[in-house]
């Protein structure tokens, strides 16, 4: 095939080694450098990088691997989404390279990379070489030139933008945690995006499994009818699987008690209950998953706690990227927090904040949003960056508090993403820390 990859960042490289090793005629192509230019030319792939030639439009492309960070409406990807092009994504790529692998796919708005991470964690209970990939950071490209000829279950993380972009991809087991509005900059409209969402289980078949949230309406909504077998669940009424007496049941099995999980709030019971659910039907058994929760510790940028200085708690939810994330947050904390909340307009809107409000003891907002975020609160005070608001945070708290960064905010106005500006704010901490002799 001659194949046309746009944006050279983890996934687009790695699509492109391994299309190159299957012998397929590769280009590739970034409006910014190209670090790996060096070794992808070694590997025979063509490298064009700050831009995209004109005369790309002209060639004859078998398939187009688009970044799933780049949207549809960009002017070079229109062109060829007018051209009615074959455009897919690199985990619809990798996946036909290798027939060994088994998937656990998650998506939803919020609460995928906690959920994928555990799920992770607990296949390796069942096969040490289980692996985690995904939208979480790892292409699955990479893992597939690894181990693509090894049999193996591999937990994934999948995004709206990459479900968009699926052929053939088949999970035997997957999951939409939850729908709440986001990327409405990227996906046009609620129900564009939410229905991107629910295509993570249109290629799965009567052999597999879909977990479907009672408690989301929107899901509920959307899964009157399945391909597969589903396998309900729900913190507020009776499910498959659900908690009774202190533990979490799949149907009449106990998974684990409550007091296994270290990880604080009723969404990381949620997170828990399906990863161990899903785990369960990829053939982990029940010690196996006890083991398995209780040595899990949580995910970094995801309610994270940081450091202790004089007595107040300061905690990194980077990850809270949207109203329905920060208000999780909030949540998970028994009394107000001084948060620390701005950053990249996603055009979502913030009042779906008012109601959790009461738990925000002092709000310092900083970056492009933080005049939407002070007319929600007029009394939060006002900086230009996120060190900026640290600092502010550290003057303020005294022992007892609780210092959050819980954005509600993409990053891309003053960080390249979620995790710098998470590794940015631990570091802050850390250095405020070792300077007050903690």
Known sequence: MKVLIIGAARSGTQAAYLLASHHHAVTITDMKQIDAKRELEEAGVQVLDHGHPEFLKMENW??????????????????FVEKKARIVNEIEV????????????VTGTNGKTTTTTLLGELLKCKRPNARTAGNIGVPLSEIV?????????????????????????????????????????????????????????????????FLVNLDDPEIVKRCAELPCRRVTF???????????QDQVWLFDQPLFALSDLHLPGRHNLQNAMVAAAM????GVDADQIREG??????????????AEIRGARYYNDSKGTNVDATTVALKAFEKPVILLAGGYDKKTG???????????????????????LKALRPDAIVVETLSEAVEQAYQLAKAGDIVLLSPVCASWDQFTDYEQRGRQFKEQVLALARQAGE
């Not at 078998?62 to 062109?79: E, R, S, T």
């Not at 181990?147 to 994934?156: E, H, I, N, P, S």
């Not at 785990?279 to 990829?282: D, E, F, N, P, S």
């Open 145 to 209: 030139r690894e181990q693509g000829d090894q049999k193996t279950d591999v937990a994934l993380e999948v995004a709206a933008f990459q479900l968009v972009a699926m052929e053939k991809f088949h999970p035997a087991v997957s999951v939409c945690m939850n729908l709440t509005p986001d990327h409405l900059d990227y996906f046009g409209s609620l129900d564009a995006y939410y229905d991107a969402k629910m295509l993570v289980w249109k290629n799965q078949t009567g052999d597999d499994w």
């Open 62 to 79: 078998d398939l187009i691997v688009k970044n799933p960070g780049i949207p549809y409406h960009a002017p070079f990807v229109q062109y």
């Open 293 to 306: 929760i209780r040595a899990f510790k949580g995910v970094e940028h995801r309610i994270e706690f940081v």
């Open 350 to 372: 913030f009042d779906g904040l008012k109601p959790v409000l009461d738990r925000v003891a002092t709000m310092i907002v900083y970056g492009e949003t933080r005049g939407q």
């Open 234 to 244: 729900s913190l507020d009424q009776p499910a498959d699987v659900c908690v009774k």
């Open 94 to 105: 990798a996946s036909w390279f290798t027939d060994q692998f088994t998937y656990g796919a």
């Open 279 to 282: 785990a369960v039907k990829l």
